[in-house]
């Protein structure tokens, strides 16, 4: 798959999860016990409905078979690591998005590798993509997601002034490195790309709005106030791109279709949570969580 898939993918994405490691602390893996409430509503968005919601769209909407099974490799990536810094600019709860982000990063090492194997046995079964394998999938997963995560929690508890003054530029690299994630493989499809956005462009937007709104809904019934509804409904719109890209590209190759709805969504989430983002301001007075 060359040298930009096998060396440069991971590194980026590794990195980019050792630097949402070094923003972490141990406060956010507790939250489930004193904000038991607001996170269980946000966990049960992110790892049940999300993927139903996007296994129905799938299922009811006319797509290539690989072009369903990447909506659903991004319907199963997690919550991305710009949904605290949005959540934060729409006035939302930013703990909980953390607390989100960083537990639902750890619990794909078994979510992603059910989900993608699942999807794909449903929309393409034996085919000439050949064999997806959980254990194989969910090995790579753990290397590239949660090693570097650990690792990075673990500099944050030990060498706390260190993260602290090195965490921005972490965080600077990191989103060079999605950018750059992002460009790579909009340009290994560059010749496909029109036609791939016309195909994938509208079900992942429809995917990023509907979720959305749904997370908004439930939210309001279940969580506990406004902030809280912000963060949650940013954690379901906000998905990890660089995951959904490095595991299409893993199991399908750099130029595959599979690839492309990873690449569109993360081109639309920005778009529809800046408005969001821009919607909540004009319409809030700020939040005090």
């Not at 965080?171 to 060079?176: G, L, N, P, R, S």
């Not at 406004?226 to 660089?242: F, K, Y």
Request: with cysteine; proline share 4%; glycine share 8%.
């Amino acid at each position: 798959m060359g040298f930009v898939t096998n060396i440069v993918l991971p590194i980026a994405l590794a990195f980019i999860m050792f630097s949402l490691g070094l923003g972490l602390t141990v406060k956010d893996f507790t939250r489930l016990v004193y904000q038991p409430k607001d996170f269980t509503v946000g966990l049960f968005m992110q790892i049940i409905i999300l993927p139903l919601v996007g296994l129905g769209i799938v299922t009811i909407w006319p797509l290539q078979p690989e072009i369903a099974l990447g909506v659903m490799i991004i319907a199963a990536a997690p919550g991305g690591v710009t949904s605290n810094l949005l959540t934060s600019y729409g006035r939302g709860d930013v703990a909980l998005s953390i607390s989100l982000t960083a537990i639902v990063s750890l619990l794909s090492v078994i979510t992603i590798p059910a989900i993608v194997v699942y999807s794909y046995q449903y929309l393409i079964g034996n085919s000439q993509l050949g064999e997806v394998s959980i254990g194989g999938l969910a090995l790579k997963v753990f290397m590239i997601v949660t090693i570097p995560m650990i690792l990075g929690l673990l500099v944050r508890h030990f060498k706390e002034e260190f993260a602290i003054r090195f965490q921005n530029i972490a965080q600077k690299i990191a989103a060079v490195l999605f950018a750059l994630v992002l460009i790579g493989a909009i340009i290994k499809q560059r010749e496909n790309i029109v036609a791939f956005y016309a195909e994938a462009g509208l079900v992942t937007l429809g995917l990023n709005i509907l979720m959305m709104i749904l997370a908004w809904i439930i939210a309001s019934v279940f969580a506990s106030g406004l902030s809280q509804r912000v963060a949650i409904s940013m954690e379901c719109g906000l998905q990890n791109g660089t995951v959904a890209i490095a595991v299409a590209t893993f199991l399908f190759g750099s130029k595959s279709p599979v690839v492309i709805p990873a690449a569109t969504y993360s081109l639309t989430m920005f778009i529809t949570a800046l408005a969001f983002v821009y919607f909540l301001r004009r319409r809030t007075t700020p939040i005090t969580s």
